[in-house]
């Protein structure tokens, strides 16, 4: 099994995106652990990016489970990364280059012959102070896109701390994942949209904005 929580299994194919909505840190360590420990035994590169504290954690599990971390990190096969520098543009976030570094790490991954990649990314750690609702959408819109449609040899896991967001941005980021870990679950999405359906939906909520404002400001005029 691919992701286990508590008990729950299921069988994750390459390509798959996946939300992790979490309120306690702790709950990260068990689901991540797992998913990395699969993926370093069928031979692919994995990365997992979060506080320093929640990469010692995933790291001591990892052992427990039977990982040779010290090898497999000094192989470049298992990165663990707790610096947001990398993944973030002059200390803003990008939404665009954030999926960049992602394709870059399955280009390279795939020269060093590793058969696939499994990211996994604590975004309330990433994002805090950092990115607004509407960029982290525009991330999540555009790796349900790259990952899911294209078929992606790579199995993203993206954590957020939902104590810590907007409930309509809680709602949002369920719609654009079509495997959600919530609690003790995992759950296939009813509601979840793909990435056309999402971004043909936000252009008619623009224009229908921008026509709001227009008219306002005719008004004003008037």
Same mark, same amino acid.
């Given at each position: ?12 194919p ?6 992790q909505?979490?309120?306690? @840190?702790?709950? &990260? *360590?068990n ?13 692919? *590169?994995?990365?997992? /990016? ?7 954690? $995933?790291?001591?599990t ?9 090898? @497999?990190?000094e ?16 200390k ?14 399955? /280009?390279?991954?795939? *020269?060093?012959?590793?058969?696939g990649?499994? $990211? ?15 960029? $982290? ?14 078929? /992606?040899p ?15 941005l809680? @709602? ?8 959600? @870990?919530?609690?003790?679950? &995992? ?11 999402y ?9 229908e *904005? ?9 008004r004003?005029?008037?």
């Amino acid at each position: 099994m691919d992701l286990s929580v508590e008990g729950n299994s299921a069988r994750i194919p390459p390509g798959s995106h996946i939300c992790q909505l979490y309120n306690k @840190v702790d709950e &990260i *360590r068990n689901v991540t652990a797992r998913l990395l420990h699969v993926g370093l035994n069928a031979s692919e *590169r994995c990365l997992f /990016a979060g506080t320093a504290t929640s990469v010692r954690e $995933i790291e001591e599990t990892l052992e427990k489970m039977g990982t040779d971390v010290a090898a @497999v990190k000094e192989s470049g096969q298992l990165l663990m990364q707790s610096d947001r520098e990398p993944f973030l543009v002059g200390k803003r976030f990008d939404p665009y280059h954030l999926l960049s570094t992602h394709n870059t790490f399955i /280009a390279q991954a795939h *020269r060093d012959r590793w058969r696939g990649v499994r $990211i996994s990314i604590d975004m309330t750690w990433l994002t805090r102070d950092v990115a607004t609702p509407e960029q $982290i959408l525009k991330y999540e819109a555009a790796s349900d896109a790259v990952f899911t449609f294209q078929n /992606a040899p790579i199995i993203a896991l993206m954590h957020y701390d939902y104590s810590k967001l907007p409930g309509a941005l809680v @709602v949002e980021l369920l719609k654009l994942h079509p495997i959600a @870990v919530v609690g003790k679950y &995992i759950k296939r999405n009813p509601y979840y949209l793909n990435s056309e359906q999402y971004l043909l939906k936000i252009l008619r909520a623009n224009r229908e *904005r921008a026509s709001q404002d227009g008219g306002q400001e005719q008004r004003k005029r008037g």
